[in-house]
C-alpha cells in the first residue's frame, strides 16, 4: 500500500497549485480521500476530505473558497487543487485514506491513528514573495 503526493513547489502569494496523490496496492473508490498539511513548528491539520460517493466535502475553514478537493477512481488518485494562496499555506502536504468511506468535522482529523497513510515525504509547498 502505497501514497505518494506530489506537485508542491515554491509559489507567490496569490498563486495556484493542485497537488496529486496517486495509490497503489489498493483500490481507492470505497473510501475517503483526506488532504492533511504540517506546517513548521506547527502540528499536522486536515485540510480537506472527499468521501468515496463524493458529497459533503470538508474543508478546513483556512481554505474554504480557495482549496478544491476531487477524485478519479479510474486512475486511483485523488488532488487538491488550490488557489490564492497565501504564506499561511506553506507546509509539507500528506494524503490519506479513511476507511469509513466518508468526511466529517474538523475535530475528527486531529486522531492521525484512523487514517491510512505512511506519513512519508509528502509535498512541499512554500508560498513566499
Known amino acids: 500500500v502505497q501514497l505518494v503526493e506530489s506537485g508542491g513547489g515554491l509559489v507567490q502569494p496569490g498563486d495556484s497549485l493542485r497537488l496529486s496523490c496517486v495509490v497503489s496496492?489498493?483500490?481507492?473508490?470505497?473510501?475517503?480521500i483526506i488532504w492533511f498539511r504540517q506546517a513548521p513548528g506547527k502540528e499536522r491539520e486536515g485540510v480537506s476530505c472527499?468521501?468515496?460517493?463524493?458529497?459533503?466535502?470538508y474543508y478546513d475553514d483556512s481554505v474554504k473558497g480557495r482549496f478544491a478537493i476531487s477524485r478519479d477512481n479510474a486512475k486511483n488518485m485523488a488532488s487538491l487543487h488550490m488557489s490564492s494562496l497565501r504564506p499561511d499555506d506553506t507546509a509539507v502536504y500528506y494524503c490519506?485514506?479513511?476507511?469509513?468511506?466518508?468526511?466529517?468535522?474538523?475535530?475528527?482529523?486531529?486522531?492521525?491513528?484512523?487514517?491510512?497513510?505512511?506519513w512519508g515525504e509528502g509535498t512541499q509547498v512554500i508560498v513566499s514573495s
Open positions: 490519506a485514506v479513511d476507511v469509513t468511506a466518508q468526511c466529517y468535522s474538523a475535530p475528527y482529523y486531529s486522531n492521525f491513528a484512523r487514517f491510512w497513510t505512511s
Open positions: 496496492g489498493f483500490t481507492l473508490d470505497s473510501y475517503a
Open positions: 472527499i468521501s468515496s460517493k463524493e458529497d459533503s466535502p
